[in-house]
């Protein structure tokens, strides 16, 4: 992927996990932690008979290699039930 590409490209993490207080500052640690700021980061609770915390972090110009592991990252996170991952042109 060009650079050109690169930053005309979105990386969307889409994280469902069991309703804990850590994970959400486990999923974005995995960005602070490379001087990494999301463009978007959005979470919220889907509550009933199985409760549910949904995440979902973006962000433009990030290296197709990084996206890929950053998204098998957060699937090892305790709690972390599913991981999507997708490249969104601009």
Do not use: W
Not at 24 to 47: C, Q, W, Y
Not at 61 to 85: A, K, N, P, S
């Amino acid at each position: 992927m060009s650079n050109t590409d690169r930053l005309n490209t979105t990386a969307r993490f889409t994280v469902t996990a069991v309703p804990d207080p850590s994970v959400m500052s486990r999923v974005l640690e995995l960005f602070a932690k490379r001087n990494i700021v999301p463009d978007h980061f959005a979470g919220s609770m889907t509550h009933g008979a199985d409760p549910r915390l949904e995440m979902i972090v973006e962000m433009a110009g990030l290296d197709t290699h990084l996206v890929g592991y950053l998204g098998r990252c957060m699937e090892q996170i305790t709690y972390v039930l599913t991981v999507q991952v997708c490249d969104q042109r601009q």
